[in-house]
Structures are given as C-alpha cells and as structure tokens.
C-alpha cells in the first residue's frame, strides 16, 4: 500500500516490520511462521516507507526477535521459531530477560490508520493462539491450579500439622 509521502506520518523500522508480519498471518492464517526473506518482502511490497530502509532486515533477524539477545534493539514484536523463521510474539513466549517490559506490538498512533485493524486482530489472534495452546498441554492445563494450596490460610495449617507432636 503505497500512500503519498504528504500523508504519511514516519513509521518506524519494527513497527513496519510488525505490520509486515502481521499481514503475513492474516494472509495465511494455515502457517505457523515465515521465512525472514518472506517478511522482508512483504515489508517490500507493502511500501509503507520507500525505498524500502535497510534497517528492515536487521530488525527481522535481530531486533525485533524476542529470543535473541538485544543488540541493541530490544523489541519483543517476532519469536524466532526455529533458524530462519518468525512469527509474531505473543504472550506465553519465552524471550530474552534483556527484554523484559520491551514493545511488543505498534501503539495505534504509531502506524498509519489503514493498518489500525491489525492490532484488533492481533490482540484476538494472541489471546486465541494462547488458548489453544494451555488447553493442548497437559502440563499448561495445570497453570493455577494449585494456588489456594499456599494461600496463607492453608500454608499455616500444614506447618501446623506438620509440628504436631513436636516437644
């Protein structure tokens, strides 16, 4: 989607990468990740900005990959799935201490208004993958159930039964 440049506010490098991936995703809802040059390209034929920065593909391998140490970028907005794919980060991810608290997803002011629609989906897509996910593992099913067992209330009642009987 080419905009004239009087209408187009600067889009920075991961969020156009971001919406690259994004648009990958909705296009081919059937695949779990894509190939750095398959982003790179759609970053491409996109044409947010023109002539398509360098910086796009830096951003791909590196900076915005959540599992990757930061260097120096420190996005968490792509999860390396295995060597050469990405898909967007979503929450449950593992990533990078380094990372901690860093951009996960464009705030709506950040990239132009068509695009707005992405972070609708995305936020559902996000919710919805992770659903899938907790409900398909056993072990993740597990995520909470214990929690009333510590509660203060049942921690004091099992050290007290344990010390029963101690002189």
């Known amino acids: 989607m080419n905009t004239p440049s009087s209408a187009r506010t600067a889009v920075r490098v991961a969020d156009e990468v971001w919406i690259a991936t994004a648009l990958l995703h909705q296009e081919h809802p059937d695949q779990t990740d894509f190939a750095v040059e398959e982003i790179v390209s ?21 900076h915005c990959v959540a599992n990757r140490p930061p260097n120096p970028g ?65 072990l993740l099913a597990l995520l909470g159930s214990g929690k009333r067992l510590w509660s203060a209330e049942h921690a004091d009642d099992y050290v007290r039964r344990l010390r029963e009987g101690w002189e």
């Open 42 to 62: 759609r970053a491409q034929k996109e044409g947010i900005e023109l002539p398509l920065r360098p910086g796009v593909y830096v951003h791909v391998v590196q």
């Open 74 to 138: 420190r996005y968490r907005m792509l999860i390396e799935t295995r060597s050469g794919r990405r898909r967007l980060f979503r929450k449950g991810d593992n990533y990078h201490p380094a990372r901690e608290g860093a951009k996960i997803a464009p705030g709506s002011a950040d990239i132009p208004g068509a695009y707005s629609h992405l972070l609708v989906w995305y936020r559902e897509w996000s919710v919805a993958a992770a659903q899938s996910m907790q409900e398909g593992d056993p």
